[in-house]
């Protein structure tokens, strides 16, 4: 049991917790969360005695270990699996003294102690975990050296995990993983055998994989039962009854003071107004929890392109040697709002990267709408950003004739405010310059917007505007992510990127997380009978689903042509002078009744298909 006991600790004057406690029972998940700047990575280092408490105390039951992810990440020229078996230094240490031990009962105990740990399956518990974790049985024999730094986080995340502390404290376990890693990472940790701590902003791992949130808040920790979801209500709860309260204790102050104010000159009621002024002075305030602040993305709005915006043919794509990607035939809407699903190394990035113009295709045909703008947002970019240069400085140089209000407005329409406009992007938070690589990436106000894990270091609140924003975009959206709660209210489609190819998924997020716990992307084939079977349900369904994406299409195709319709009625179009800005929107016309007749027509098959398989 971890016991935080009335503690009190301050950074530079400034007081983070002041008579702080807590108690997490033995083997409970529990999510830390607060404010970005609360304490929370402050709060793991004095748990681990890397500081030095101010008062309280933090106690833990007589020789527990106690768990992280290392800064220093391995870089050496050791294996993946041995760097992680390396992590467990009790049996590393025990197998060393058995190569030299000479004294026959010291003997038998190292062969006791390692049979107690299960030290001779150790081999494969660490295989297990670098595999949940991206690594295939070819990459754990590579040196550690071979890898960046990211993917060595994971090496680093693989080797605590394999060591099993007592008490496992991570800090933004996902914010190296992958979809798959971190689904992955939630089921091992909802059966991890002892205590974990976990500050994180993915919703989903803190509704799936916890049993308790610790707030930290107002320099006060708090422990509430329950996933994430449920610890946002009771607060919505909470702060809804203490604001009514506050309300009407205001609302009785004013009455005692009002009644102060009138008769504390005349004798006569003197004592009852001295009755009030202690009634006053007795009156603890009602201090509600203070709301999140609001964060905001005010993405520019491009205007209306005719559809297709991208259509694909046979495409090849790949770097040196060959193909990752083939015989693409694929077609992107503005209107579209689509994930990219598939483990590591399938080739989703390396979509991502064909579609915003940094690879071009090997062979087949892509065509891109002639006026089309592409927003490009990867983690790698906020890496790149030039630290010794601020926010302002960065738009500067891409908007040079634009005077500095509308530089900063831009700015403060991506919650980087007049401080951080001016601070170098060496001294800016994570979140803070993943937000300045946002604005950078949409500043021309793309029409298509391609975001490769765009909410690494965003706090909850910011990925909730992050999401808010995505909804209102009126352009279309490709998105990489491992956040599923992100992916669940932005994508309205799933492509699965798998063995060369890129697939639409019929299926949704619910039924790929499940189908990846299970070991596997795709459901397996049926194998082939001679007489034709009866649609399963699933088939029904996947059917119906079907039906539902073809008539959505046609929905937004019609209102793109009464749209269209309407502008070729204006008869200020066919002024002289207007050039052929006329023939312009009637070909966009006609493109759009041409989609038209195709989406008719994948209509009208999709429902026989369906008919016939429910007759």
């Known amino acids: ?59 833990l039951p007589a020789r527990s270990r106690i768990g992280g992810v290392a800064q220093e990440v391995p870089s050496s020229s050791t ?111 909802a059966k991890y055998p002892h205590t974990v701590i976990i500050i994180s902003h993915d919703r989903g791992l803190l509704n799936r994989a916890v049993q308790g949130i610790l707030h ?70 009602i201090t509600p929890p203070e709301e999140a602040k609001k964060q905001v993305f005010t993405f520019p709005k491009p205007e209306e392109l005719s559809p297709p915006i991208i259509t694909m043919e046979g495409v090849s794509v790949g770097y040196d040697g060959p193909p990752v990607l083939k015989k693409l035939s694929l077609r992107i809407d503005q209107d579209d709002r689509i994930a990219l699903l598939g483990r590591n190394g399938e080739g989703k990035s390396t979509l991502s990267k064909l579609l ?47 005077g500095q209000p509308r530089l900063r407005a831009r700015l403060a329409g991506f919650g980087l405010m007049a401080d951080q406009a001016e601070t170098v992007v060496g001294r800016l938070s994570g979140g803070q310059k993943a937000r300045l690589s946002l604005l950078l990436a949409t500043i021309d106000a793309p029409h298509l917007l391609i975001l490769d894990e765009p909410t690494n270091h965003l706090d909850m609140e910011s990925r909730e505007a992050l999401v808010e924003a995505l909804t209102e975009y009126s352009g279309a959206v490709v998105l990489v992510s491992h956040d599923m709660h992100l992916l669940g209210l932005v994508a309205d489609r799933l492509w699965l990127v798998k063995g060369g190819a890129v697939v639409p998924y019929t299926e949704d997020l619910e039924e790929y997380r499940r189908q990846l716990l299970a070991g596997d992307e795709t459901p397996k084939e049926k194998p082939a009978v001679e007489k034709p079977k009866r649609a399963s349900r699933d088939d029904i369904l996947a059917m119906r689903a079907e039906v539902r994406k073809c008539e959505e299409r046609l929905d937004k195709l019609n209102v793109m042509r009464d749209r269209l319709a309407k502008k070729l009625a204006d008869p200020e179009l066919y002024e002289p002078g207007r050039g052929s800005e006329a023939e312009t929107w009637q070909k966009k016309y006609a493109e759009v009744m041409e989609g038209l007749d195709r989406a008719e027509a994948m209509w009208l098959k999709a429902q026989e298909k369906l008919e016939t398989a429910s007759a």
């Open 1 to 59: 049991m971890l016991r935080i006991s009335d503690i009190t600790y301050s950074v530079e004057g400034r007081p983070l917790l002041v008579g702080a406690s807590a108690t997490i029972p033995t083997g409970h998940k529990v999510g830390l969360v607060g404010r970005n700047g609360s304490g929370k990575t402050t709060l793991f280092k004095l748990i681990r005695r890397e500081l030095v408490l101010e008062g309280g105390d933090i106690s």
């Open 79 to 189: 294996s993946l699996l041995d760097t992680v078996l390396q992590a467990d230094t009790e049996r590393a240490e025990l197998l060393a003294e058995s190569e030299t031990a000479r004294d026959p009962h010291r003997i038998a105990e190292i062969q006791n102690r390692l049979a107690d740990i299960d030290a001779w399956s150790a081999e494969g518990r660490a295989s297990a975990i670098l595999k949940g974790l991206g690594f295939d049985a070819e990459a754990q024999l590579r040196p550690c050296s071979d890898f960046s730094g990211g993917w060595r986080m994971r090496v680093a995340l693989a080797g605590v995990l394999f060591a099993q502390p007592d008490l496992l404290l991570l800090d933004e376990p996902t914010n190296y993983l992958d979809l798959e890693g971190a689904l992955w990472l939630e089921s091992y940790l």
């Open 216 to 285: 930290l808040d107002a320099k006060k920790l708090t422990y509430w039962n329950g996933p994430y979801d449920q610890f946002a209500r009771q607060m919505a709860e909470k702060r809804a009854v203490l604001q009514a309260e506050a309300k009407k204790q205001d609302a009785r102050r004013a009455h005692l003071q009002s009644f102060v104010d009138r008769f504390k000159a005349k004798a006569s009621k003197a004592v009852q107004a001295q009755s009030r002024v202690k009634m006053l002075e007795k009156m603890t305030p």
């Open 356 to 402: 915003a113009g940094k690879l071009e295709p090997r062979d087949g045909k892509m065509v891109s709408s002639s006026k089309l703008r592409i927003g490009y947002f990867a983690q790698h970019q906020v890496d790149e950003l030039h630290i010794d240069e601020t926010p302002l400085q960065h738009i500067m140089r891409l908007r040079p004739a634009e």
